[in-house]
């Protein structure tokens, strides 16, 4: 399963903001394309979470993680985590 590629190519702007932004990015990247969830447990690539993790998520977080980055992904990542407990 190659998914990823759709997370690349959101370029654009400048300044310390975007130095951030991108930091942020790449650790969102790396772990997408993790196989082991913050758990410890095996997960997708492309996926947060792992399926025990995720199913502990209410509905509306689970269907935001399927956001891209820079449209409500890193924001939805940020409930899930409260919710986990990370
Ligand atoms: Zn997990």
Known sequence: MKRG???SGLR???GVDQVNADKDR???LK???SEECQCGCEKNKGRTFCFGCYRKLP???Q???YSKLGHGYEEARELAAG???D
């Open 5 to 7: 590629a759709q997370f």
């Open 12 to 14: 654009g702007g400048g």
């Open 26 to 28: 790449e650790f969102y």
């Open 31 to 33: 772990e997408l394309a």
């Open 59 to 61: 509905r509306e977080i």
């Open 63 to 65: 269907s935001r993680l």
């Open 83 to 85: 919710f986990l407990g």
